[in-house]
């Protein structure tokens, strides 16, 4: 089991930075995928970007390319999302989510394929 908790989330101006954070507990995280993901008011929960944890293997979506950056720290078990240049479109709860390398790793973007699950974080962008 693993327990995964988010933090870091508020409210920022469009233009501006936030970093998520989430934080892993129960055991380490090495042998995992791990990813964030957001859903949006009235939206579904979509894939941002998920990293091995083991090799730095790195994805992220389209929509925030160039101006979000996934990282890991592996001593700390800690999971990391540095959010640039925000856009108001990037107003979200944001959740973090851990699953086994062989489950996930053909589709990371999937969140069907993920086994374990933070609360979430708000993330509110003023335009």
């Known amino acids: 089991q693993v327990q995964l908790v988010e933090s870091g989330g508020g409210l920022a101006q469009a233009g501006g930075s936030l970093r998520l954070t989430c934080a892993a507990s129960?055991?380490?995280?090495?042998?995992?995928?791990m990813g964030w993901f957001r859903q949006a008011p009235g939206k579904d929960r979509e894939f941002v970007a998920s990293?091995?944890?083991?090799?730095?293997?790195?994805a992220h979506a389209d929509s925030v390319k160039s101006r979000f950056i996934i990282s890991r720290d592996n001593d700390k078990n800690m999971l990391y999302l540095q959010m640039d240049r925000l856009k108001s479109e990037d107003t979200a709860v944001y959740y973090c989510?851990?699953?086994?390398?062989?489950?996930?790793?053909?589709?990371?973007?999937?969140?069907?394929?993920?086994?374990?699950w933070g609360r979430g974080t708000q993330v509110t962008v003023s335009s």
């Open positions: 989510a851990a699953g086994w390398k062989y489950k996930v790793e053909a589709s990371p973007q999937r969140q069907d394929k993920y086994d374990f």
């Open positions: 129960g055991r380490t995280v090495s042998p995992y995928y």
């Open positions: 990293i091995f944890i083991s090799d730095n293997t790195a």
